[in-house]
């Protein structure tokens, strides 16, 4: 029986670029760093959470979004806040780049986009305050 999701692979260019981003400027915490026969395995994953990001390097032309094509970016990584707007303030004096000057209120509650030095998308998400964990 399955029981959990692992790991989520974001294909980036720069292994340690992106380690600092998503540590540094997003908050994240460093899981996995080992290097292997098969290259450097690196992970990170949102503090108190089993579910880890593989930072897997990949060249830019290889389908990830460094260039991007309509219909071609690979849907965002979606993260959860309780306080997106507050989050947002941070991350902004951090240096991440966002799509829109504020986050916005939608019909399932608060979201805004960033995106990663390698133009991954990362959309940041509030649930609204009728919204339970376990609605669908």
Known sequence: MLT???????????????????????????RVDHSGPDGRFLTV???????????????????????RQPGGTPGPLFLESDDLR?????????????????????????RIEAVDPDGNRISLRQRAAWQSRGDG
């Open 45 to 67: 994953g949102v503090p108190g959470s089993p579910i880890e990001i593989v930072l897997w390097p990949h060249a830019a032309a290889s389908g990830q979004p460094a260039e």
């Open 86 to 110: 507050a989050d947002f303030k941070v991350l902004r004096d951090r240096g991440v780049t966002f799509d829109q000057p504020e986050p916005e209120d939608y019909g399932f509650g608060v």
């Open 4 to 30: 959990n999701i692992m790991y989520v692979t974001l294909y980036i260019t720069d292994q340690d670029r992106a380690l600092r981003f998503y540590t540094q400027q997003l908050g994240l915490e460093k």
